[in-house]
Antibody
Framework: EVQVVESGGGLVKPGGSLRLSCAAS????????MNWVRQAPGKGLEWVSS????????YYGDSLKGRFTISRDNAKNSLYLHMTSLTAEDTAVYYC????????????????WGKGTTVTVSS | DIQMTQSPSSLSASVGDSVTITCRAS??????LNWYQQKPGQAPKLLIY???SLQSGVPSRFSGSRSGTDFTLTISTLQPDDFATYYC?????????FGGGTKVEIK
C-alpha cells in the first residue's frame, strides 16, 4: 500500500524547535518530490515546503522567513521538517504529501497524503 | 505570489443537486490548477489535476474546467459522501498557493 506517515508533532514553547518526520512506504521514495502542507485550526491549507528527488531543488513558503528546513534521506525513505523559532502562528496540523511532476514548472500535484501530525506552540 | 480566490466560501445543497465551485487566479496559470476534497479530521484528497484531469478512483460526477483565469469544479449529482470542503491549488509557479476553501453543507 502506498502511504506516508507523519510523526514528531507535539507541544512546544514559543521560541522552541521541533523536527517532524515522514516515513514513506509502498513506492519508490527517491523518485518523487515531497512536500509539507499545514493547516491551522479551523483554517485552510497552506503549502510549507517542497524538496526534489535529489534535494537539488528546495522551495519554501514566504511566511516561513527562513525558520524551517526541509530535508530527506532516500536511503531511509524519509522526509523531514526542522522548525525553529516557533510561534503560536505555527500551530497547525502538518501533512506530508507526495508530489507528481516538478515544482515551479506547471504540471505538479500532490496525490498521496498522510494523516498529519499536530504541532501546538504554547507556553 | 499568485492569489487564488474561491467562491462561494460555503454553500448548502441537497443530495442530487448539481454544485459548482469557482476559483479565480490573480494571473494566468494556464491549466495548472488542482482540486482537493477534505472531510473533517481527514487529510486532503486529490480530485482533479491540471484543471480537468480526473484522478484515478474519483467518481465521474466530479469534473473541472477552465475559462481564462477562472476555474470551476462541478459535482453533477451530489451524493452524501460529497459533503466536505473543497480547495483549489495553483501549480504554475512557486510558492504554491491554495484557495481559501468552499464548504459544501447539507441543506
Amino acid at each position: 500500500e502506498v502511504q506516508v506517515v507523519e510523526s514528531g508533532g507535539g507541544l512546544v514553547k514559543p521560541g522552541g524547535s521541533l523536527r517532524l518526520s515522514c516515513a514513506a512506504s509502498g513506492f519508490t521514495f527517491s523518485g518523487y518530490t515531497m512536500n509539507w502542507v499545514r493547516q491551522a485550526p479551523g483554517k485552510g491549507l497552506e503549502w510549507v515546503s517542497s524538496i526534489s528527488t535529489t534535494s537539488s531543488h528546495i522551495y519554501y513558503g514566504d511566511s516561513l522567513k527562513g525558520r524551517f528546513t526541509i530535508s530527506r534521506d532516500n536511503a531511509k525513505n524519509s522526509l523531514y521538517l526542522h522548525m525553529t523559532s516557533l510561534t503560536a502562528e505555527d500551530t497547525a496540523v502538518y501533512y506530508c504529501a507526495r508530489g507528481m511532476g516538478f515544482v515551479g514548472r506547471g504540471y505538479y500535484y500532490m496525490d498521496v497524503w498522510g494523516k498529519g501530525t499536530t504541532v501546538t506552540v504554547s507556553s | 505570489d499568485i492569489q487564488m480566490t474561491q467562491s462561494p466560501s460555503s454553500l448548502s445543497a441537497s443530495v442530487g443537486d448539481s454544485v459548482t465551485i469557482t476559483c479565480r487566479a490573480s494571473q494566468s496559470i494556464y491549466t495548472y490548477l488542482n482540486w482537493y476534497q477534505q472531510k473533517p479530521g481527514q487529510a486532503p484528497k486529490l480530485l482533479i489535476y491540471t484543471a480537468s484531469s480526473l484522478q484515478s478512483g474519483v467518481p465521474s460526477r466530479f469534473s473541472g474546467s477552465r475559462s481564462g483565469t477562472d476555474f470551476t469544479l462541478t459535482i453533477s449529482t451530489l451524493q452524501p459522501d460529497d459533503f466536505a470542503t473543497y480547495y483549489c491549488q495553483q501549480s504554475y509557479t512557486a510558492p504554491l498557493t491554495f484557495g481559501g476553501g468552499t464548504k459544501v453543507e447539507i441543506k
